[in-house]
């Protein structure tokens, strides 16, 4: 009679192959491809809200304007999700409230909408690769205002979250 508590390894090789085969692909994907995020935080309310999942597309090799990124930012020490409002070439700052690209309101953010203006109370002019984030719920978001944050540059852009709905009504 056989001990049930014995491993029968010729049996247990193909499953034990087929797990790390499966872990194996979960981490590449996850490395190169797509990860789950968890938003924490108010700052892209109303598009997206605390504790919400999303995928974040990591193979992007072009961001535009109303993307949403999510970036490491040294200056707080975490990674940030916010939306680009504008990029390479644009020239940005925000005039009475509202945000100017290249002289024009943005569609992104309604007219008037910003009662701090930060470091984008001046005219800035983005070089290649350079972008600047808002957060869709103005109020709370931490974003190319400040100091901390300031211009995202390519290297910092972990990818883009798939599902990135246009702000409402900010």
């Excluded at 010729?10 to 968890?38: G, M, R």
């Excluded at 809200?49 to 490491?72: M, N, S, W």
Aim: charged share 20%.
């Amino acid at each position: 009679m056989k001990d049930p508590r014995k491993i029968n390894w010729k049996k247990a090789i193909p499953l034990l192959a087929a797990i790390l085969l499966i872990v194996c692909l979960c981490w590449y994907v996850s490395a190169y491809w797509y990860q789950f995020v968890l938003i924490r935080g108010k700052s892209m309310m109303p598009t997206y809200h605390p504790l919400q999942l999303v995928l974040l597309e990591k193979c992007v090799q072009e961001y535009r304007t109303g993307d949403v990124i999510a970036f490491r930012c040294e200056g707080f020490d975490t990674v940030l999700i916010k939306r680009i409002a504008a990029g390479p070439g644009d020239t940005v700052v925000i005039a009475d409230g509202t945000l100017l690209v290249n002289g024009t309101p943005t569609p992104l953010y309604r007219e008037g909408a910003f009662g701090f203006a930060g470091l984008l109370d001046r005219e800035i002019t983005l070089a290649d690769g350079e972008y600047i984030v808002i957060g869709d719920n103005i109020a709370e978001s931490k974003d190319s205002r400040y100091p901390q944050v300031g211009v995202v540059r390519p290297e910092t852009i972990l990818g883009r979250l798939v599902r990135s709905a246009a702000p409402k009504n900010n």
